[in-house]
């Protein structure tokens, strides 16, 4: 029989309301209030051997010590499951039991199950670190909360994979995964094609992305004759034995390399190790990606006051937005720490 | 009375393949003279040896350093089934075909010269059973596997070139043996010619993908660097006009046996008279390089899908990011003409899955079924056997068990729709 522990907060555990909300935690054996419905639920399958308890205001008074001993109590008692709530709409409840659930995962590796109304706020803040299943807003849709988390719970109890988030019913915790479906693409296309068609409901695999957020150009250079001005690519123009590594597509990692190095192009010579485009050219000749010889010419006319010592390089190329924006962040940081007025970003 | 548009394809399905003394089938067994086969492909003295492989459906074998595959088939009567490749040039779509049907012939090699750059042949892997089969269409399909080994004198360029005909010379002497030994076929007759007034009418926006050396794909023998947005008859592509040499990546190739078995072509043919009228395919070169040039195609596909009467079309594409958009472009040109569209895409989210998955998107494209993710990162497990080499190109011993990220398997994501995958939210 699986053993599963269960967290609920003082107004489930029988020992009053709001007034009561300063109970501090505790550890009860066996199944309390909500927990007795999740044994019906379980049958012979799955028993409830612990509950913990906090009251709402207690948790949030000092979460750090909560979830010690919230952890110090799963480690000893070992479940195969922790569940917690369902909390419905609740907000303070909600956030606990998202925060005992993704401790008990992180910390012990026990997986966790929380209910929760897909509205309400502990949703967004741990629906990456835990697992939830969606219920009504409040206790009075406990039946059909404990009715569909019970399975879920069972599942996550024996190991099993998630499958999609439509098929489990849950709330999605947001990340993409390739199944194996039964339907054919080209039916499924045609099918779709067919339904737009006549004007029928069809649902897109992917959905279009939310309106991207613009970005606000800087300022321009006052005086372009007084500025230092840096040289930037995500043309992967790299020594040649490539010493930090950058990858040749779905880059998460940049560089930057004395300017003086490009300059001699020679012990190492720089070489392109970007996998999107034909660099036979760029290997040729360097310049064509990182236009020293042009800025130095700019410089000798006085057109820009200076060339900032070093050049950054990274490899734009199948690179996810996520690492796309931490490396322009982490470049643009150091760019202005070294005091560079302005930027030419080469692309490919 | 000669009917230029009509292609009667006669298959014999095949449910074994084995080696033996002659090339023919009995029955739905096929046999192969492993002899003879060899013979015909070192004829040609840029491959410098050849070893013939089976791997079928439910075998504990993978398949790495993957070429390109084709499906046997031979005209019968007059006519090349690869046109350019093999025999004289002329086109293709009319007449009789014979196919070997669930057969593949797969070339596995590496070059003779290190490459460097983007151009150049990656791994590519095919395992034949177990919970990785699902992650490469080819794992469903007899192959006979031409393991070569290049002639160590030649260039790269040249040696790929060798190794593509040896493919279809292959594939076309296997067919015309079987065809001798007259087995059962049924068939399927390709004919777009009588349209129904009260049905719509739907065209295929077939993306090719023409970037460079190892990233070509040829039509009539010829790559199409210089390819405009053209009208083709489906039955041309089922019947061996276009053949490819994308190795790049491995999980976006659409090698010659998908061209040839391209399944939105046989979806639009099933359904053809039914749901709909197939109007005709549009192909359509990916990768353009500039924006003018992505312009001036999309614009220009979208222009061709009018001029054909078209109400829908279906769009594929072949490649990465610049394909992306060559596709979504047409796709938003196409609406804006008024033709309603569907968009076939692989996913990008990232090997977390939690990035958006699209590399680029129009508004209008708000019909997209999708094909998996190229950015996953497969567990493969140990197998018994190993075909084409020892060692995966970074080193590790192929037999596994290793770690492959979708990239490297063969057609994983092809954009024909050949898979069984679809991306989905966990």
Same mark, same amino acid.
């Given at each position: 029989m699986l053993r599963v522990a269960h967290y609920i907060n003082q107004f489930f555990a029988g020992i009053g309301g709001e007034d009561k909300a300063d109970a501090p935690f505790e550890v009860r054996e066996g199944a309390v209030g909500p927990g007795r419905a999740f044994a019906m639920e379980f049958?012979?399958?799955?028993?409830?051997v612990q509950t913990l308890v906090c009251g709402d205001n207690a948790f949030h008074a000092d979460p750090e010590a909560n979830l010690e001993a919230a952890v110090a109590a799963l480690a000893e008692s070992k479940p195969d499951l922790l569940i917690a709530g369902?909390?419905?709409?609740a907000g303070r409840y909600g956030l606990a039991c998202g925060a005992i659930a993704a401790a008990a995962t992180e910390k012990l590796g026990i997986p966790a199950l929380i209910g929760l109304?897909?509205?309400?706020?502990?949703v967004d803040v741990y629906r990456v670190r835990t697992v939830m299943m969606p219920t009504g807003?409040?206790?009075?849709?406990m039946k059909d909360a404990v009715a569909s988390m019970a399975p879920m719970g069972l599942r996550l109890a024996r190991g099993e994979p998630l499958s999609p988030a439509e098929e489990d019913g849950?709330?999605?915790?947001?990340y993409r995964k390739a199944v194996a479906t039964e339907v054919p693409v080209a039916h499924r296309a045609v099918e779709m094609l067919l339904a737009k068609l006549k004007g029928e409901p069809f649902e897109s695999e992917i959905s279009l992305p939310e309106g991207a957020e613009p970005v606000p150009p800087a300022p321009a250079v006052d005086d372009l004759g007084e500025a230092t001005i840096a040289l930037v690519t995500e043309?992967?123009?790299?020594?040649?034995?490539?010493p930090d590594r950058?990858?040749?597509?779905?880059?998460t990692k940049w560089a930057r390399y004395p300017i003086d190095m490009l300059r001699a192009n020679t012990d190492p010579a720089f070489k392109s190790i970007h996998?999107?485009?034909?660099?036979q050219w760029v290997d040729a000749d360097p310049n064509r990606m990182v236009p020293l010889d042009a800025l130095e010419a700019l410089r000798a006319e006085g057109v820009i006051g200076g060339i900032h010592d070093y050049f950054y390089a990274t490899t734009g190329t199948g690179t996810t937005v996520t690492h796309g924006e931490r490396i322009g962040g982490e470049i643009a940081k150091q760019l202005i720490a070294d005091g560079v007025q302005a930027v030419i970003v080469t692309s490919t | 009375m000669r009917q230029p548009f009509r292609l009667d394809v006669h298959t014999c399905a095949i449910e074994d393949v084995r080696l033996g003394e002659a090339t023919t089938v009995t029955g739905s067994t096929l046999t192969i003279d492993a002899v003879e086969i060899a013979g015909a492909v070192l004829?040609?003295?840029?491959?410098?040896g050849v070893e013939i492989e089976i791997a079928q459906p439910g075998d504990d074998t993978r398949i790495i350093g993957c070429l390109d595959c084709a499906e046997p088939r031979t005209k019968?009567?007059?006519?090349?089934?690869?046109?350019g490749f093999l025999g004289g040039m002329e086109t293709v779509g009319n007449g009789e075909t014979f196919r070997l049907g669930n057969v593949s012939v797969l070339a596995s090699s590496r070059y003779p010269q290190p490459f460097s750059g983007l151009l150049q042949a990656r791994e590519a892997v095919v395992d034949?059973?177990?919970?990785?089969?699902?992650?490469?269409?080819?794992?469903?399909v007899r192959n006979i596997v031409l393991a070569l080994t290049p %002639?160590?004198?030649?260039?790269n360029d040249d040696y790929d070139d060798a190794a593509r005909r040896a493919v279809l010379k292959v594939a076309e002497l296997i067919a015309r043996r079987a065809l001798e030994a007259e087995p059962a076929t049924t068939t399927t007759t390709f004919d777009f010619s009588e349209q129904d007034p009260d049905l719509p009418r739907v065209v295929y926006f077939y993306q090719l993908q023409g970037q460079g050396r190892m990233a070509d794909t040829f039509l009539y023998g010829r790559d199409?660097? %210089?390819?405009?947005?053209t009208i083709i008859d489906p039955n041309e592509v089922i019947d061996g006009a276009i053949v490819s040499g994308v190795y790049?990546?491995?999980?976006y190739k659409n090698p010659t046996y998908l061209h040839q078995n391209n399944p939105i072509i046989w979806e639009l043919q099933r359904r053809h008279g039914k749901d709909l009228n197939f109007a005709g395919v549009i192909i359509n070169r990916g990768h353009n390089y500039t924006q003018e040039d992505k312009e001036r195609s999309s614009h220009w596909a979208a222009k061709l899908a009018e001029f054909m009467s078209a109400d829908a079309a279906v769009l594929t594409a072949e490649g990465g990011g610049n394909s992306a958009i060559d596709m979504m472009l047409a796709c938003q040109y196409m609406e804006k003409a008024g033709i309603t569209t569907t968009v076939v895409s692989s996913e990008a989210a990232g090997t977390d899955g939690?990035?958006?998955?699209?590399?680029y998107s129009v508004p209008e494209a708000d019909a997209i079924v999708s094909i998996g993710s190229e950015d996953e990162i497969i567990p493969m497990p140990a197998v018994s056997k190993v075909i084409?080499?020892?060692?995966?190109l970074t080193g590790?011993?192929?037999?596994?068990?290793f770690d492959l990220k979708m990239?490297?398997?063969?057609?994983?994501? %092809?954009?024909?729709?050949? %898979?069984?995958l679809q991306g989905r939210v966990f």
């Open positions: 049958g012979d399958d799955a028993e409830i369902p909390a419905f709409n109304y897909p509205e309400a706020p502990a807003d409040s206790a009075g849709s849950r709330i999605p915790i947001g043309g992967g123009l790299v020594p040649e034995d490539n950058i990858e040749s597509s779905s880059a996998a999107g485009y034909d660099s | 004829e040609d003295g840029r491959i410098g019968m009567g007059d006519g090349a089934v690869f046109p034949m059973s177990g919970p990785t089969a699902i992650y490469s269409p080819m794992s469903q %002639n160590p004198d030649i260039e199409i660097h %210089n390819l405009v947005p790049v990546y491995a999980c939690f990035d958006y998955p699209l590399f084409g080499g020892t060692t995966l590790e011993p192929a037999e596994g068990p990239y490297f398997h063969y057609c994983g994501t %092809n954009q024909l729709g050949a %898979n069984v």
